[in-house]
């Protein structure tokens, strides 16, 4: 049955609305101002009578500080329904006009989308006395890509449930909808899993900078928390699970699992001879679907060529090589992926693996790629020949451990080149051929921030921000849209709320503005 999805919020007394500028990121396809603004109390309060979006309410309210549900003050009704032929996932039709204020969209996700803009429209308002001036305006919209996700690496540096609320804040605020938790890696394992603890007691001591600080994880409620406080802002946590390389922290906690050292890589990978490797990492996927609710884990699947040499040497591996009639170690590399991917489709869950998997012959209908090497481009032309659904987050100009200015001196480089907030801006266009970033089977972009170089909340700051804004537009505004000046003079109001958050962001406009901040340099300029 058609429903729409409503929002009526009746005002008397129109004003006049003068031309201005709409200071929201990122920018919508289509804008018409209208000839009438809206006056709001700065302190009403919106309440609906659907229960089903309370959730988009209330995010709405304490955004504007309206927490208090029993505050008296004016309160501003909101009728919610819904219409399934408004267009696509996350599409939605906001309206300011005759005195009422209605969202149109054809699933939840569109009226989240519609609920934040107004929510930019708010904090951005002009103010008459105590009222706001929101415009008269029609805004009609949807994302150019479904996935606008940031990946965090908490491995090499452990920053707990306030700053992760913080960052998930900041997405849902630019309607980025998928956060990519690199949980386990080398230095750290920071996801209990009650059936094996030393994995958190033993694999979480340690980070990139001190491995002897002590243990520093999730609780499995730790994790639920996360994952609801993300859902309430239409974003779905995707949990990285880095195999079979990266394993050390988990190779400490189990050295049973280990399939040995390479020089300078101690344990790093997992032991792909043990049929026991298989039946416990199934143990921890199955713990880990069960906080993780989504249809989504990532296998990671990266630089396992770093530790391989272990291999050489190891009984188990010989056997398996021999058993299968394999010839080179990545045979037995891939004979490892597909076993895990195959438990992952078995637990009703979607791979996600990093590009080096492409190579492997995993199933294209359930895998997922993230493509992070720009300078190998044929590994994406691969991936969406063969059928895989892609997600682009290359390093340059993706990569947000990467310094931002020609003057920073604490990060990663590639050569020369750096990630500007402009570069990520005009990403993918700046970087790939239409033909490429228009592909069918290209589902989203990405950034990724790794912590070798991050250490504090005020250094994760200032790579985050404006670049999180750049990103929102990344994913979400037509070419055609894009305006260097226009976004700029957006970005500078928004500069704005970043203080009022009390976020030690960098002014690309005043670079002096805050001094960069200096966890741990980097060892050298990266160029894997």
């Known amino acids: 049955m058609k429903r729409a999805f409503l929002i009526f919020l009746v005002i ?19 804008v018409k101002l209208l000839k009438y603004n809206l006056p709001l109390a700065k302190h009403c309060r919106f309440y609906t009578n659907n229960n089903r979006f309370n959730y988009a309410v209330d995010y709405l309210n304490e955004e504007l500080a309206f927490q208090d549900k029993h505050a008296k003050g004016p309160l501003q009704k909101i009728l919610i329904n819904r219409d399934t032929t408004r267009g696509i996932s996350g599409a939605y039709t906001l309206s300011i006009s005759g ?26 308002a002009k103010t008459e006395g105590a ?23 908490e491995s090499r540096h452990f920053f707990g449930k306030e700053v992760v609320k913080k960052i998930l ?26 059936k094996y603890p030393l994995l958190t007691t033993t694999g979480g001591i340690g980070n990139f900078t001190d491995s002897l600080v002590s243990a520093k994880y999730y609780t499995q409620d730790d994790i639920k928390e996360i994952v609801n406080f993300a859902k309430q802002r239409n974003i779905e946590i995707v949990p990285e699970i880095d195999m079979p390389g990266h394993a050390t922290a988990a190779n400490h906690a189990y050295p049973i699992y280990s399939g040995g050292t390479t020089p300078g890589f101690e344990n790093f990978t997992f032991n792909p001879g043990k049929e026991i490797t298989y039946s416990f990492i199934s143990d921890i996927l199955k713990e880990v679907k069960g906080v993780f609710p989504g249809n989504m884990i990532h296998i990671g699947g990266d630089e396992v060529t770093l530790g391989i040499k272990g291999w050489e040497n190891n009984p188990d591996v ?45 199933p294209t209908n359930r895998v997922m790629i993230n493509w992070w090497r720009q300078d190998k481009p044929t590994v994406l032309t691969e991936a969406l020949r063969d059928g895989y659904k892609v997600i682009l987050c290359p390093r340059l100009p993706m990569y947000f451990d990467f310094v931002q200015d020609s003057t920073h001196r604490s990060g990663r480089k590639w050569g020369k080149l750096y990630n500007s907030y402009t570069n990520v ?57 894009k305006d260097d000046r226009l976004f700029n003079e957006r970005l500078r109001m928004h500069l704005n709320y970043y203080i009022k958050a009390g976020i030690y962001y960098y002014d690309p406009f005043n670079p002096g503005y805050h001094k960069e901040p200096v966890d741990k340099k980097s060892k050298q300029e990266i160029q894997d």
């Not at 009609?140 to 965090?152: A, E, I, K, S, V």
């Not at 056997?319 to 076993?339: I, P, S």
């Open 12 to 30: 008397t007394l129109p004003v006049f609305l003068y031309a201005q500028d709409l200071n929201l990121i990122p920018y919508p396809q289509q």
């Open 169 to 194: 804040k900041g997405m849902a605020f630019y309607k980025l909808n998928r956060f990519h938790w690199h949980l386990t890696d080398a230095q750290g394992w920071r996801l209990d899993v009650k």
């Open 99 to 124: 005195g009422v204020i209605s969202i149109q969209a054809p699933d939840s996700a569109g009226v989240f989308n519609g609920i934040v803009t107004l929510l930019q429209l708010c904090r951005s």
């Open 318 to 362: 010989k056997k398996l090589m021999n058993e299968r009639g394999f010839t080179d170690y990545k045979q037995a590399e891939f004979y490892f992926l597909k076993g895990i991917a195959d438990t992952v489709q078995k637990l009703n869950c979607t791979v996600m693996c990093w590009d080096e998997a492409v190579a492997a012959g995993l």
């Open 425 to 481: 801006y005009h990403f993918p266009e700046n970087s790939l051929s239409d033909t490429i970033y228009s592909h069918g089977n290209v589902i989203g972009v990405q950034a990724n921030l790794w912590t070798e170089t991050v250490v504090s909340e005020k250094r994760l700051d200032y790579l985050l921000f404006p670049r999180l804004a750049a990103l929102a537009e990344s994913g979400w505004t037509n070419i055609s849209m």
């Open 131 to 153: 009222k706001i001036i929101l415009p008269g305006v029609t805004i009609t919209d949807q994302p150019r890509y479904q996935w606008r996700g940031f990946m965090l690496d």
